[in-house]
Structures are given as structure tokens and as C-alpha cells.
């Protein structure tokens, strides 16, 4: 059950409308990183956990970013307004000029509407809350971005403390995620093939001007790593060296 208060969650407060700045913020009312996206991928997912505890929340955080909304589409509205009535304003977004008379609606910054694809729910609660954690790392850089793109500081303001949130939602899934105590490649039911989960396949050229030498990180060397040339490439190393691969003539 909902209750709308009509007291934003943050008071929105800008100095000189700026209708360009106002139509990139529809990226974060209607796109694919922003609020109402979160608000229904945490909502949805909850309405599918069978978790109390972390139904509860999914939930607190999908309402919280319902109350982003309101506060992302009242910053737009503002820088939004001389839409509806200035015609060189209108150049910024004609759509909502002429479709919106200046508000907000359900679009990205570039017209494209809102869509359910931009959700990720998978019903198993850990790859959720992994996607989470994404989604709410890319809105972190998304309003980041903003604020690099104006100068108005009670936008700033705003945007500062819808980012800062990002970061407190982050803390709270991954935390989430950890307390469930599940190895961290542990995905599912079925067990990976052993020896074929810890092979590294060497599918590009390095980093030199050559492709020479390989790059080599904790991400394929060390620990169970090994290091196994390409598939694609194996038949073309042997015959290189002279020799045909193992399995050349089962498949000639």
C-alpha cells in the first residue's frame, strides 16, 4: 500500500531555468539508468522474493526510488518550463514542448520511451541483487555526468544527493548480497565443468605494438588460472608450427 506525501523527499531549489540541462535530466525520469527503471526492477523483484528479510529491502529501496522520481521530475519541470511558452526555449526538446506543454513525461533525453527491457529480474534473488548493485553503479555515473553539465548550484545540490543515495543503495545490496553467505561464483543450482571454469582462453593479441607480450593480471594468472590459447586459434597455431591440431582429421 502507498501513501504519496506531498513534501518532496529533497526540496528542489534552481536559480535560472536551463531547458537543454532540463531535457538531460529526463535520462534519469525516463532512461534506462534512472529512477523509475530502479524503482520497478527493486519493486518487481521484490513481489517475487520469498526472503522476508530481503523482500523488505527490495521494497524500502524500489519506494525510495519512487521518491527519487518525484524529486528527478521536479528538477526537470523547473529547468523544463520556459518550454511552454518560449518558442527558442522549445528548440531543446520539441516533444515536450509541443507534446508535454513543458513537463515530463516517460522519455529518455533523446525521446525514446520508458520500457520494461530496461529491467533485470532474473527471480533468483543473488543474480538480482548483483544487477542491483550495477544498476545502481551506473545511475552513480549517470548523475555524476550532470553535474559535470551544469552550473547552477541548487541543481547541483539535488543531483549531489540523488548520487549520494546511489552509493547508500550499493552498501545495502552488497551487504544484502554478502549476508546470504553463498561462495562468490555460485550462481544457480548446477555446478560448473571442472578444470574448464578456471581456463583463461587467450582470445586476443597483447598489449604491445605487435600484440606482444600478453597482458597477464590476477584476472588469468595465479591460483587455479590457466592459461589456454584460443580455440579458434589452436588449428592455426599448429599448422603454423607444421603440425595439425588434435582432432584435424575427425573433423576434415
Given at each position: 500500500?502507498?501513501?504519496?506525501?506531498?513534501?518532496?523527499?529533497?526540496?528542489?531549489?534552481?536559480?535560472?531555468?536551463?531547458?537543454?540541462?532540463?531535457?538531460?535530466?529526463?535520462?534519469?525520469?525516463?532512461?534506462?539508468?534512472?529512477?523509475?527503471?530502479?524503482?520497478?526492477?527493486?519493486?518487481?523483484?521484490g513481489l517475487n522474493c520469498d526472503d522476508p528479510e530481503r523482500k523488505d529491502l527490495l521494497m524500502d529501496i524500489g519506494t525510495e526510488e519512487l521518491s527519487h522520481l518525484e524529486v528527478v521530475g521536479t528538477l526537470a519541470r523547473m529547468?523544463?518550463?520556459?518550454?511552454?511558452?518560449?518558442?527558442?526555449?522549445?528548440?531543446?526538446?520539441?516533444?515536450?514542448?509541443?507534446?508535454?506543454?513543458?513537463?515530463?513525461?516517460?522519455?529518455?533525453?533523446?525521446?525514446?520511451?520508458?520500457?520494461?527491457?530496461?529491467?533485470?529480474?532474473?527471480?533468483?534473488?543473488?543474480?538480482?541483487?548483483?544487477?542491483?548493485?550495477?544498476?545502481?553503479?551506473?545511475?552513480?555515473?549517470?548523475?555524476?555526468?550532470?553535474?559535470?553539465?551544469?552550473?547552477?548550484?541548487?541543481?547541483?545540490?539535488?543531483?549531489?544527493?540523488?548520487?549520494?543515495?546511489?552509493?547508500?543503495?550499493?552498501?545495502?545490496?552488497?551487504?544484502?548480497?554478502?549476508?546470504?553467505?553463498?561462495?562468490?561464483?555460485?550462481?544457480?543450482?548446477?555446478?560448473?565443468?571442472?578444470?574448464?571454469?578456471?581456463?583463461?582462453?587467450?582470445?586476443?593479441?597483447?598489449?604491445?605494438?605487435?600484440?606482444?607480450?600478453?597482458?597477464?593480471?590476477?584476472?588469468?594468472?595465479?591460483?587455479?588460472?590457466?592459461?589456454?590459447?584460443?580455440?579458434?586459434?589452436?588449428?592455426?597455431?599448429s599448422e603454423k608450427a607444421g603440425t595439425r591440431s588434435p582432432g584435424a582429421d575427425k573433423a576434415a
Amino acid at each position: 500500500m502507498y501513501h504519496h506525501i506531498k513534501q518532496l523527499m529533497y526540496t528542489v531549489r534552481i536559480g535560472q531555468p536551463d531547458p537543454r540541462f532540463g531535457n538531460m535530466l529526463l535520462e534519469q525520469f525516463g532512461g534506462a539508468n534512472g529512477e523509475l527503471a530502479a524503482a520497478m526492477q527493486y519493486s518487481v523483484q521484490g513481489l517475487n522474493c520469498d526472503d522476508p528479510e530481503r523482500k523488505d529491502l527490495l521494497m524500502d529501496i524500489g519506494t525510495e526510488e519512487l521518491s527519487h522520481l518525484e524529486v528527478v521530475g521536479t528538477l526537470a519541470r523547473m529547468h523544463l518550463k520556459p518550454l511552454k511558452s518560449d518558442r527558442n526555449a522549445a528548440h531543446a526538446d520539441p516533444l515536450i514542448a509541443i507534446a508535454g506543454g513543458g513537463g515530463v513525461n516517460l522519455y529518455n533525453s533523446m525521446g525514446d520511451p520508458w520500457t520494461a527491457d530496461y529491467l533485470k529480474i532474473t527471480g533468483e534473488l543473488d543474480v538480482d541483487l548483483r544487477s542491483n548493485i550495477a544498476a545502481e553503479a551506473r545511475a552513480k555515473i549517470v548523475y555524476e555526468r550532470l553535474i559535470d553539465f551544469t552550473d547552477d548550484q541548487g541543481t547541483i545540490d539535488t543531483l549531489q544527493f540523488l548520487m549520494t543515495r546511489e552509493i547508500t543503495h550499493m552498501k545495502a545490496f552488497t551487504a544484502a548480497l554478502e549476508s546470504m553467505g553463498k561462495p562468490a561464483f555460485s550462481i544457480g543450482k548446477i555446478p560448473p565443468t571442472p578444470g574448464l571454469v578456471d581456463q583463461y582462453f587467450n582470445d586476443s593479441t597483447g598489449i604491445g605494438d605487435r600484440g606482444e607480450p600478453d597482458a597477464l593480471g590476477p584476472w588469468n594468472q595465479g591460483g587455479d588460472w590457466q592459461i589456454v590459447t584460443a580455440p579458434a586459434f589452436q588449428e592455426f597455431e599448429s599448422e603454423k608450427a607444421g603440425t595439425r591440431s588434435p582432432g584435424a582429421d575427425k573433423a576434415a
